[in-house]
């Protein structure tokens, strides 16, 4: 699967305001109706094969989820530091344990992909945000509140709880250390501290890092 060439400058608009993004198919179809949305908007600048690394999001056009496109999640949740979306033709039940597990942040449905609705799911990626059809969100949360009667409440825990590598990490950012400085005082990877400092975030429903720092502050998390 390649990412999409790059658009011409002279068709990119206000660059400052653009969200960088790279398109991934199964074929070139289905690649070719994506950037054919998203080529004349001015919020996307649309990243060549060699640039996908430095993307913001990166978005992947399929028929289904098959062990092929799950693998594909696999790489690109490892290969990049930007955020996964997920337009996909048909999608079975038991799918969203998958996509979720591979870092899919949003989800749209190809039969629902016009323009509006593409920039509308980039956008809210770029901005720490998640997109899911309804019928995928009322199962994610049957999910979370499965997982909190088997998983944690026989414990004592509950979802807003923090590990000790999560509350680690949070309290040295509370300390002003950025993203290297916590990885060499840890001994995990820069990855590593960016993914679970992710994680808490998305998690709670908060912000940003200071957002979460101020959460746990405040209920004693830290």
Do not use: W
Request: proline letters at 2%; hydrophobic letters at 45%; glycine letters at 10%.
């Amino acid at each position: 699967m390649a990412a999409v060439p790059r658009v011409p400058e002279q068709l990119r608009g206000r660059r400052a305001a653009q969200v960088r993004v790279a398109v991934f198919a199964e074929d070139l179809i289905l690649q070719t109706g994506v950037v054919q949305q998203l080529r004349q908007r001015p919020e996307v600048e649309l990243l060549s094969e060699s640039e996908a690394g430095r993307a913001e999001v990166s978005l992947l056009v399929v028929d289904a989820l098959t062990e092929t496109v799950t693998e594909h999640l696999r790489r690109l949740r490892l290969a990049t530091s930007g955020r996964i979306g997920l337009v996909v033709g048909h999608f079975e039940a038991g799918g969203l344990q998958t996509i979720v597990e591979n870092g899919v942040a949003a989800v749209l449905r190809r039969s629902e992909a016009d323009q509006d609705r593409l920039v509308h799911l980039i956008t809210a990626l770029a901005n720490g945000e998640g997109v899911m059809p309804g019928d995928l969100l009322g199962e994610l949360l049957d999910r979370i509140g499965m997982l909190q009667r088997t998983m944690l409440d026989g414990r004592g825990l509950t979802l807003s709880t923090l590990t000790a590598r999560e509350a680690e990490m949070l309290k040295l950012v509370a300390e002003g250390f950025d993203t290297s400085e916590i990885a060499a005082k840890t001994s995990y990877s820069e990855r590593t501290v960016k993914n679970v400092l992710h994680e808490i975030i998305t998690r709670l429903g908060l912000r940003n890092r200071a957002h979460a720092v101020g959460y746990a502050m405040r209920r004693g998390l830290i």
